[in-house]
């Protein structure tokens, strides 16, 4: 469920008719950092970098945008959710 909100802010990140303030993306990024810090270990929070964030929220806005117009049967291909937040990040998946 919490992962769904965090899918949600990103997606609000990308809607430009919410007229976000600054405040409101920097708490987006708050909500989106301590998601990660409780799905990564400290030395995998520690190597984090502007890059691995924005293209977790590039692959996030990608497969909403994506999801309308791909089969559905491609999409089914099950990982958990610790698995798709290191393929998000761009860092190599461990099973720890």
């Given at each position: 469920?919490?992962?769904?909100?965090i899918?949600?802010?990103?997606?609000?990140?990308?809607?430009?008719?919410?007229?976000?303030?600054?405040?409101?993306?920097?708490?987006?990024?708050?909500?989106?950092?301590?998601?990660?810090?409780?799905?990564?270990?400290?030395?995998?929070?520690?190597?984090?970098?502007?890059?691995?964030?924005?293209?977790?929220?590039?692959n996030?806005?990608r497969?909403?945008?994506?999801?309308?117009?791909?089969?559905?049967?491609?999409?089914?291909?099950?990982?958990?959710?610790?698995?798709?937040?290191?393929?998000?990040?761009?860092?190599?998946?461990?099973?720890?």
């Amino acid at each position: 469920m919490r992962y769904l909100r965090i899918a949600k802010c990103i997606m609000e990140l990308n809607d430009t008719s919410l007229k976000k303030s600054q405040n409101d993306i920097e708490f987006t990024y708050m909500k989106i950092f301590r998601f990660l810090a409780d799905m990564l270990t400290e030395n995998e929070f520690q190597q984090l970098s502007y890059y691995h964030v924005s293209r977790f929220i590039g692959n996030i806005l990608r497969i909403a945008f994506e999801e309308g117009t791909v089969d559905k049967s491609a999409m089914l291909n099950p990982v958990s959710l610790r698995q798709f937040v290191f393929n998000g990040l761009d860092l190599k998946y461990s099973k720890t």
